[in-house]
């Protein structure tokens, strides 16, 4: 199993990026897929989710600016996020836990991918 995060970047504040997630050695469809962000300093904490059945879970910060999708047929998994301040800045991460349930808990996930770095900064 393997995650790979991609897509981050330096963007000024109000400007947007696309998180994607590859996903290879299982079968994405079937499984729940959720994004992660860690801030220097700051305990990694959850961002969004998407179960298998494509319900959609964003933490309280990103609701209105973010969205999460899947395109199981390109095993992969997009954050679009929009509107971007500088409290967004961290390392962003997409990990998988062990069903189709969407999940933030960080304790549940099995496998994670390496992260990918968005700065948010004028």
């Known amino acids: 199993v393997q995650l790979q995060a991609s897509g981050g970047g330096l963007v000024q504040p109000g400007a947007s990026l696309r998180l994607s997630c590859a996903a290879s050695?299982?079968?994405?469809?079937?499984?729940?897929i959720s994004w992660f962000r860690q801030a220097p300093g700051k305990e990694r904490e959850g961002v969004s989710c998407i179960s298998s059945d494509a319900y959609r879970y964003y933490t309280d910060s990103v609701k209105g600016r973010f969205t999460i999708s899947r395109d199981n047929a390109k095993n992969e998994v997009y954050l679009q996020m929009n509107s971007l301040k500088p409290e967004d800045t961290a390392v962003y991460y997409c990990?998988?836990?062990?069903?189709?349930?969407?999940?933030?808990?960080?304790?549940?996930?099995?496998?994670w991918g390496k992260g990918t770095l968005v700065t948010v900064s004028s």
């Open positions: 990990a998988r836990v062990g069903g189709g349930l969407c999940n933030l808990n960080y304790n549940d996930m099995q496998y």
């Open positions: 050695g299982f079968t994405l469809d079937t499984y729940a």
